[in-house]
């Protein structure tokens, strides 16, 4: 189907075409910019073009796809860079130089890699909707491929060897073919079979997360920070980090140069937990601030569904979106642009209901074809002036089971990461302590209480502190002071460009075990008459 512009306001572009649909996806203009329906009225359609729209002219064509916007899902996501819109950057710039040119379609798939395919099936089995027909080797993982949601029949023919990109692994009796790769539309949430309550921790390596505010399996968090407080150095330690299978990293709407020092460091790094390259289990998805705004608002889509890809064939993924303050952003841009009536802040009145969407889309399932696989979530928030209130925090913190507040006065401290000990919390704490106990020590909860309780009285310490001065409380008080600040200085605070940016459990678990041993002993050792300034010369000794 054909039709033209009528009229052009920024990204926003009037078309006149009968016969559209909500989200599809329209070529706009002679250079054939890739855009989305979002809005439709009697005689014309609202088309959100995703690339830049400069020399785009009314009356110049519109041509209609009739599918909605999707994603290639198959072998060779993995280690693959995509911009927003999943076109491969790194061919990209094989093809056309360092910067994207508009309109340029590449498939995300190499079409000319050759895989191995070995069927699971026979001819004959009976196949339904995302059950598994057979698997192919991507690095060190098997690559399941599923059937399509259009599939329910016989298998008449399997593939049973090298196959590439394109061709069928299967022949249903009725003809139809179950093709390698599928697509799927990025706003339909992949379909599952039940969701199971997440109980096995996210170990991120992260002292301050793993002891205190734990991550889950299939749950979520979010990171809320003002200016430089650390939201993306922690999102890239959970990255690199977390005891994951697959990571998908979005960049969305942050710093080029961060990504871009990003991907060269992850392209050295190991993964810690099976000592294989990290870039290997790691998708990145890219829509930088320097990148077109519109794409941005589809980006994360693009790789929450990547993501629930790999969840469907068994895996534990984990989403990290830098972040989501970008992202509303350009779904508020967009809407003033619709000239829709604007809600809180002038985001659109929809902000929630879209923020809790695509939070949903996380959780621990057990897949159709019966496996058991798992979608987290590590979201930050940038909340202008580091305002708490704004809606857009407001709308994650509805919906997220981890809150980790990054406090700017400790970044101004440089204590990093900037986690507030007393404003976050992990809604998994709970559940999660009998996996610490049983797999990593008894000790863990007692350890835990007894590091809480020792910032606690910190905490109130310090307000004595304030009014009558360090000289005027005892000796115990001051050993209380002096054990906090080791656990603030050297537990607490972990620097991302050490060997310590890493820390297992057990290591975790004796770091704090020491400071709480260390406190124990030297009040015993005050009770008994010694004094406080020779106790600690001889532990600095
Ligand atoms: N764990 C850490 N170890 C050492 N330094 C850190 C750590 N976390 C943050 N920093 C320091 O803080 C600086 C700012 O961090 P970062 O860029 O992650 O902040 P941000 O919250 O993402 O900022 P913005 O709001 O601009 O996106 C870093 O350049 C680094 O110097
Ligand atoms: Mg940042």
Same mark, same amino acid.
Request: hydrophobic share 40%; proline share 5%.
């Given at each position: 189907? /054909?039709?033209n512009?009528?009229g !052009?306001?920024?990204?926003?572009?009037s078309?006149?075409?009968?016969?559209?649909?909500?989200?599809?996806?329209?070529?706009?203009? /002679?250079?054939?910019?890739?855009?989305?329906?979002?809005?439709?009225? @009697?005689?014309?359609a609202?088309?959100?073009?995703?690339? $830049?729209?400069?020399?785009?002219?009314?009356?110049?064509?519109?041509? %209609?796809?009739g599918?909605?916007?999707?994603?290639?899902?198959?072998?060779?996501?993995?280690?693959?860079?995509?911009?927003?819109?999943?076109?491969?950057?790194?061919?990209?710039?094989?093809?056309?130089?360092?910067? !994207?040119?508009?309109? &340029?379609?590449?498939?995300?798939?190499?079409?000319?890699?050759?895989?191995?395919?070995?069927?699971?099936?026979? &001819?004959?089995?009976?196949?339904?909707?995302g059950?598994? +027909?057979?698997?192919?080797?991507?690095?060190?993982?098997?690559?399941?491929?599923?059937?399509?949601? $259009?599939?329910?029949?016989?298998?008449?023919?399997?593939?049973?060897?090298?196959?590439?990109?394109?061709?069928?692994?299967? +022949?249903?009796?009725?003809?139809?073919?179950?093709?390698?790769?599928?697509?799927?539309?990025?706003?339909?949430?992949?379909?599952?079979?039940? &969701?199971?309550?997440?109980?096995?921790?996210?170990?991120?390596g992260?002292?301050? +997360?793993?002891?205190?505010?734990?991550?889950?399996?299939?749950?979520?968090?979010?990171?809320? #920070?003002?200016?430089?407080? #650390? @939201?993306?150095?922690?999102?890239?330690?959970?990255?690199?980090?977390?005891d994951?299978?697959?990571?998908?990293?979005?960049?969305?709407?942050?710093?080029?140069?961060?990504?871009?020092?990003? !991907?060269?460091?992850?392209?050295?790094?190991?993964?810690?937990?099976?000592?294989?390259?990290?870039?290997? =289990?790691?998708?990145?998805?890219?829509?930088?601030? /320097?990148?077109?705004?519109?794409?941005?608002?589809?980006?994360?889509?693009?790789?929450?569904?990547?993501?629930?890809?790999?969840?469907?064939?068994? *895996?534990?993924?984990?989403?990290?979106?830098?972040?989501?303050?970008?992202?509303?952003?350009?779904?508020?841009?967009?809407?003033?642009?619709?000239?829709e009536?604007?809600?809180?802040e002038?985001?659109?009145?929809?902000? %929630?209901?879209?923020?809790?969407?695509?939070?949903?889309?996380?959780?621990?399932v057990?897949?159709?074809?019966?496996?058991? #696989?798992?979608?987290?979530?590590?979201?930050?928030?940038?909340?202008?002036?580091?305002?708490?209130?704004?809606?857009?925090?407001?709308?994650?913190? =509805?919906?997220?089971?981890?809150?980790?507040?990054?406090?700017?006065?400790?970044?101004? =401290?440089?204590?990093?990461?900037?986690?507030?000990?007393?404003?976050?919390?992990?809604?998994?704490?709970?559940?999660?302590?009998?996996?610490?106990? $049983?797999?990593?020590?008894?000790?863990?909860?007692?350890?835990?209480?007894?590091?809480?309780?020792?910032?606690?009285?910190?905490?109130?310490?310090?307000?004595?502190?304030?009014?009558?001065?360090?000289?005027? !409380?005892?000796?115990?008080?001051?050993l209380?002071?002096?054990?906090?600040?080791?656990?603030?200085?050297?537990?607490?605070?972990? /620097?991302? *460009?050490?060997?310590?940016?890493?820390?297992?459990?057990? @290591?975790?678990?004796?770091?704090? &075990?020491?400071?709480?041993?260390?406190?124990?002993?030297?009040?015993?050792?005050?009770?008994?008459?010694?004094?406080?300034?020779?106790?600690?010369?001889?532990?600095?000794?």
């Amino acid at each position: 189907m /054909n039709g033209n512009i009528t009229g !052009i306001s920024g990204p926003t572009v009037s078309v006149a075409l009968k016969g559209l649909r909500l989200f599809e996806r329209v070529y706009v203009g /002679n250079a054939m910019l890739t855009g989305e329906v979002v809005k439709l009225e @009697k005689e014309r359609a609202v088309v959100q073009v995703y690339e $830049d729209t400069h020399g785009l002219a009314p009356d110049e064509p519109v041509l %209609a796809t009739g599918t909605p916007l999707a994603v290639s899902l198959g072998p060779g996501l993995l280690s693959g860079i995509f911009d927003g819109l999943q076109r491969p950057l790194e061919r990209l710039r094989q093809d056309a130089g360092p910067f !994207i040119i508009s309109a &340029k379609e590449v498939y995300a798939l190499d079409r000319s890699r050759q895989w191995r395919f070995h069927p699971l099936k026979n &001819k004959g089995d009976a196949l339904s909707p995302g059950e598994i +027909i057979g698997h192919v080797s991507e690095g060190r993982f098997s690559h399941f491929i599923t059937c399509g949601s $259009d599939i329910n029949g016989k298998l008449s023919w399997v593939a049973d060897g090298e196959i590439n990109t394109e061709s069928p692994v299967g +022949i249903l009796s009725d003809g139809k073919e179950i093709s390698l790769c599928q697509e799927w539309p990025v706003r339909v949430p992949r379909p599952y079979l039940r &969701k199971i309550a997440p109980g096995q921790p996210l170990v991120t390596g992260q002292r301050a +997360i793993d002891f205190l505010f734990p991550f889950s399996k299939g749950g979520t968090a979010i990171l809320p #920070g003002g200016f430089g407080t #650390g @939201k993306t150095i922690l999102e890239q330690s959970v990255a690199k980090f977390a005891d994951v299978d697959i990571v998908v990293y979005v960049g969305c709407g942050e710093r080029g140069n961060e990504m871009a020092e990003m !991907i060269e460091e992850f392209k050295t790094l190991k993964d810690p937990w099976t000592g294989s390259s990290l870039m290997e =289990r790691t998708v990145l998805v890219i829509n930088t601030s /320097n990148m077109p705004v519109a794409a941005r608002e589809a980006s994360i889509y693009t790789a929450v569904t990547i993501a629930e890809y790999y969840r469907d064939m068994g *895996y534990h993924v984990l989403l990290l979106a830098d972040s989501i303050s970008r992202w509303a952003e350009a779904l508020r841009e967009i809407s003033s642009s619709l000239e829709e009536m604007p809600g809180e802040e002038g985001y659109p009145t929809y902000l %929630a209901s879209r923020i809790s969407g695509f939070i949903e889309r996380a959780g621990v399932v057990e897949t159709l074809s019966g496996k058991t #696989g798992s979608l987290s979530m590590v979201l930050s928030v940038s909340p202008p002036g580091g305002d708490f209130t704004e809606p857009v925090t407001q709308s994650c913190l =509805r919906n997220t089971g981890t809150f980790l507040m990054l406090d700017t006065s400790l970044a101004h =401290r440089r204590h990093y990461p900037a986690i507030n000990w007393f404003q976050s919390y992990s809604l998994y704490a709970g559940e999660l302590l009998t996996y610490y106990k $049983d797999k990593v020590s008894p000790e863990w909860e007692d350890v835990q209480k007894g590091c809480r309780d020792m910032l606690q009285k910190e905490e109130a310490l310090r307000e004595v502190v304030e009014i009558i001065g360090i000289e005027g !409380i005892q000796d115990q008080d001051r050993l209380l002071l002096h054990a906090a600040e080791m656990i603030r200085s050297t537990f607490l605070c972990q /620097n991302a *460009y050490t060997d310590d940016a890493f820390s297992p459990l057990e @290591k975790t678990l004796s770091a704090v &075990k020491k400071i709480l041993d260390f406190y124990k002993s030297a009040e015993e050792r005050l009770k008994q008459g010694a004094v406080l300034s020779e106790i600690l010369t001889n532990t600095k000794a």
